[in-house]
């Protein structure tokens, strides 16, 4: 079983930065792929960016240039730095980490994040 807990949500201005972190228990954090999730109410979680037990990164389009997927494997965290934040970034941020040999899937609590003058 792995728990992940986030941290770094919060309120921000427009144009403003935040940066998130999920925080793993696993031991073999390394060997998993992890994901940045954002929900509104009434919709589906949808995939923010992601970054590779290898190291590979891919980003929604909407945050392209804007937001940056990062990982220390020997802290076991996940870090997601948020630029020029919107309004429309305004969402519940969810970490996921997939171990893809058992396909094991794990969610954080998730934190909230407000973009709003």
């Known amino acids: 079983q792995v728990q992940l807990v986030e941290s770094g949500g919060g309120l921000v201005q427009p144009g403003g930065s935040l940066r998130l972190s999920c925080a793993a228990s696993?031991?073999?954090?390394?060997?998993?792929?992890v994901g940045w999730y954002l929900q509104t109410p009434g919709k589906q979680r949808a995939l923010v960016a992601q970054?590779?037990?290898?190291?590979?990164?891919n980003y929604a389009t909407s945050v392209k240039g804007r937001f940056t997927i990062s990982r220390d494997n020997a802290k076991k965290t996940v870090y997601l730095q948020m630029n020029s934040l919107k309004p429309e970034d305004t969402a519940v941020y969810y970490c996921?980490?997939?171990?893809?040999?058992?396909?094991?899937?794990?969610w954080g609590q998730g934190t909230q994040v407000t973009v709003s003058s």
């Open positions: 996921n980490a997939f171990y893809e040999l058992t396909n094991a899937n794990y």
């Open positions: 970054i590779t037990r290898g190291g590979t990164t």
């Open positions: 696993a031991g073999m954090f390394s060997m998993y792929n």
